[in-house]
């Protein structure tokens, strides 16, 4: 799929694939099409009654197909692969820049497939602002910074991949390296201001085949600070900005607990000493978690791709500043209490109360 994908295009409306479609929707109330977005258009004007949905399709070209379903009125929807990221299928969203980094030759310990909307700890990742864009649900813009670390250099992707972008305007160490910034946004021009000066105006780029539509490309430097971006229609009239600050170093370890029935999902994130999340790679650390005999830990991890410790083990590196524990009460008539302590010392506590 990797190697045969600036051809699928081609591929899909084959004559072979049209004759093998036309028996199969034979039987099919709904025909779910697999990356055969360029069969859209097609199949309206020649199978006007063939109710058809994009059952699975590449993350990148979200902008593309979204246009194509709001045109062809018996297509339905599309599900792009995919919303939760998940294990197996080890490294098919994984940005690399060298062999056995990522994609289908990620090496071990690559064990998720890490081409969720969400990680597999629920944050919401860049994908999932893009599609709500492409949707038309969100109008204002969102920032996505390139890690500058690796500027310059060729990214090794496969269609799963967007780019190696994050919400994060914090690189401790970068400083004045030059990095990519990218402005989703579906106007006609994004403006781009670093610590409140512009980097000038780039037009949106248009959805197409094998174009990431919606998107505009700054290139600039690392200057901690503030990064916002500005996004403007074809009159000039602002539709909205979206806003990054550095964050400071870790100052504090916080916990939350969502609770359901007996399960408790308690997230753990570094904050600064302003109570903003630190997700700057730098900073992870490791976290080790103790509860009392009324809990029984289920599972312990993060978002990262590449964990080196077992879902199993009382311990777990932060990934992006954030980790998850799931314990289970085990009488909800008792209480009990999950205690999580960093490499450095910094230490919360988790009180779940009886009945909850």
């Known amino acids: 799929m990797t190697v045969m994908d600036t051809r699928m295009d081609e591929i899909v409306v084959h ?33 006007p009654n063939r109710v058809i949905v994009g059952s699975e399709t590449y993350p990148p070209e979200i902008a593309r197909n979204w246009e194509e379903v709001e045109k062809c009125s018996n ?22 820049y060298r062999p056995g980094e990522g994609g289908f030759g990620a090496a071990f310990p690559c064990q998720l497939a890490y081409c969720g909307d969400f990680d597999l700890i629920g944050n919401r990742r860049p994908a999932s602002y893009y599609r709500e864009i492409a949707y038309g649900l969100r109008q204002a813009p969102y920032l996505a910074v390139q890690d500058p670390a690796h500027f310059g250099e060729k990214l090794i992707k496969t269609p799963w991949v967007i780019s190696d972008a994050s919400h994060s305007w914090t690189f401790p160490g970068s400083e ?24 000038g105006r780039k037009e949106i780029t248009p959805p197409g085949a094998g174009v990431i539509g919606n998107r505009a490309l700054f290139t600039v430097a690392y200057l901690p600070g503030t990064l916002e ?20 170093e870790p100052a504090a370890l916080s916990a939350g607990s969502e609770d359901f029935k007996d399960l408790h999902f308690i997230r753990f994130a570094l904050q600064d000493k302003a109570g903003r999340t630190v997700g700057a790679r730098a900073y ?44 289970r009460q085990k009488d909800p008539e008792k209480e009990g209490t999950l205690t999580a302590v960093t490499e450095d010392g910094k230490t919360v506590t988790v009180s779940i109360r009886r009945g909850e």
Not at 301 to 321: C, I
Request: proline residues 3%; aromatic residues 10%; glycine residues 12%.
């Open 284 to 327: 992870d650390t490791l976290l080790t978690v103790t509860e009392t005999e009324n809990l029984t830990l289920l599972g312990l991890g993060s978002g990262d791709p590449k964990p080196v410790h077992n879902y199993t083990e009382r311990v777990t590196a932060t990934f992006q500043g954030t980790a998850l524990a799931v314990v």
């Open 229 to 248: 971006a500005v996004l403007y229609d074809e009159k000039g009239q602002e539709l909205g900005r979206d806003r990054i600050e550095t964050t400071g």
């Open 15 to 47: 004559p072979a694939i049209s004759q093998r479609l036309d028996m199969a929707c034979e039987a099919l109330d709904v025909a779910g099409y697999n990356y055969m977005t360029a069969r859209y258009e097609k199949d309206q004007r020649e199978h």
């Open 75 to 96: 297509t339905i929807g599309d599900f792009t692969w995919t919303g939760w990221d998940y294990l197996g299928e080890a490294g098919v969203g994984v940005p690399a």
């Open 176 to 199: 004045q390296k030059k990095t990519i910034v990218e402005v989703y946004g579906k106007g006609s021009f994004a403006e781009l201001f670093v610590n409140g000066r512009s980097q």
